[in-house]
């Protein structure tokens, strides 16, 4: 299981930091990625990092404003949002993968764990 938190409210311009936890599995072995799901709307990729943390890749949409990275030893992966704006507002995921290359679909994706909700006032 994996285990999303770090969500709040935040006024646009802010920064939060959310995490992923594994639960009773190693992340350390995959490919993990973050998801966003908007009201009324598809969940959407947001950025992913290799199982080393070598390898990083981002939406158009979080690019320069988001970094993921990932702390083994703690079996945590983590986003940092920065410059959020209220189109980032959404319950944000984290997922595994074992597919070679740049994933980006959500049916690449499993092992969802329960989201976190952030909300952007302007």
């Not at 970094?67 to 595994?96: F, G, W």
């Not at 690449?108 to 909300?119: D, I, K």
Request: proline share 2%; net charge positive.
């Amino acid at each position: 299981q994996l285990q999303a938190s770090g969500g709040g409210l935040v006024q646009a311009g802010g920064s939060l930091r959310l995490s992923c936890a594994g639960s009773g599995r190693a992340l350390s072995t995959y490919k993990t990625g973050w998801f966003r799901q908007a009201p009324e709307k598809e969940r959407e990729f947001v950025a992913a990092i290799s199982w080393n943390g070598v390898t990083t890749y981002y939406a158009d949409s979080v690019k320069g404003r988001f970094t993921i990275s990932r702390r083994n030893t703690e079996n945590t992966v983590y986003l940092q949002m920065s410059s959020l704006k209220p189109q980032d507002t959404a319950i944000y995921y984290c997922a595994t993968t074992t597919l070679v290359g740049y994933p980006r679909k959500e049916s690449e994706y499993y092992s969802w764990g329960q989201g976190t909700l952030v909300t952007v006032s302007s």
